[in-house]
């Protein structure tokens, strides 16, 4: 059990620092690779309305960039409160780490092209997956 929760405390752990990761990525200065530089202006050009606003394609990525960091930084400080609230019993524990398993895997199947996200999300569905694998293990040790 206590190799199990280590695990979940990585996971954890590195959920939020992918997350801060990919917060301040939407704000780096890009590189000068011209394949890049055209899709971000053919971006740029193309926009629409809605709300009373003018929106371009850029700016709703980066909207959603900024919105995914937020989202690991809060799924990675759940899993903190859930690990270490003594309160919640252990099938809360259960319930959160394949919920974020299966949120890591959904993420990762749709974020494949960003090399930063890949291999931060693989090193965190290991985490949680290592972590299962040792609690279940554990659990069915002790009857």
Not at 4 to 11: N, P, R, V
Not at 49 to 66: A, L
């Amino acid at each position: 059990m206590k190799k199990a929760k280590i695990f979940y405390l990585i996971g954890s752990i590195l959920l939020i620092l992918v997350g801060v990761g990919h917060f301040f990525g939407q704000f780096e200065p890009k590189g000068l690779d011209i394949q890049r530089s055209l899709v971000e202006q053919a971006m740029k050009e193309y926009s629409f309305s809605g709300f009373g606003f003018q929106y371009s394609m850029i700016d709703v990525m980066q909207c959603w960039g900024v919105f995914f960091g937020v989202l690991m930084l809060v799924f990675g400080a759940l899993n903190l409160l859930i690990l270490f609230e003594s309160l919640l019993p252990v099938s809360m524990i259960r319930f959160s780490l394949f919920n974020i398993a299966g949120l890591v895997i959904l993420i990762f199947a749709g974020a494949i092209y960003v090399p930063f996200t890949a291999v931060g999300f693989s090193v965190v569905l290991l985490c949680f997956v290592v972590s299962a694998v040792l609690f279940y293990k554990k659990k069915k040790e002790n009857g």
